[in-house]
């Protein structure tokens, strides 16, 4: 099935309860515990269930959780990270780490490449 994530993520429906979970959650990231304000654009309300997992849960506050741009990259930095690796494009080296030292995925911690 084909999602139209920019539709739900302008509706508002999920507008609204993108408010009720910041609040819910008192404004602060449920994994690092950054804590920001109403107005912050650095928090962000993720979907345990990804979306595309589980439609159905699209608007249920248990499948809900506040994370900040960070953390939120973090936990889907893996999955783009093997895609892209696996599409090949531009800009990485042959072993697929992006070439630009100050890239998220030379910042996190990669655990399946010991020295
Ligand atoms: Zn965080």
Not at 21 to 31: A, E, K, N, S, V
Not at 84 to 104: E, I, M, N
Request: net charge positive.
């Amino acid at each position: 099935m084909k999602i139209d994530y920019r539709a739900f993520y302008q509706s508002r429906e999920w507008r609204q309860l993108r408010n009720t979970i910041l609040q819910r959650d008192h404004y602060t990231c449920c994994m690092c515990g950054f804590k920001s304000v109403p107005s912050s654009r650095l928090l962000v309300v993720d979907h345990i269930v990804e979306i595309r997992d589980d439609y159905s849960r699209r608007l249920d506050p248990s499948n809900l959780r506040v994370l900040c741009l960070h953390c939120n990259e973090r936990r889907h930095s893996g999955r783009a990270g093997a895609a892209k690796r696996r599409a090949g494009s531009g800009g990485v080296a042959a072993d697929g780490t992006p070439l630009d030292s100050h890239h998220l995925w030379n910042q996190v911690e990669v655990d399946d490449d010991g020295f």
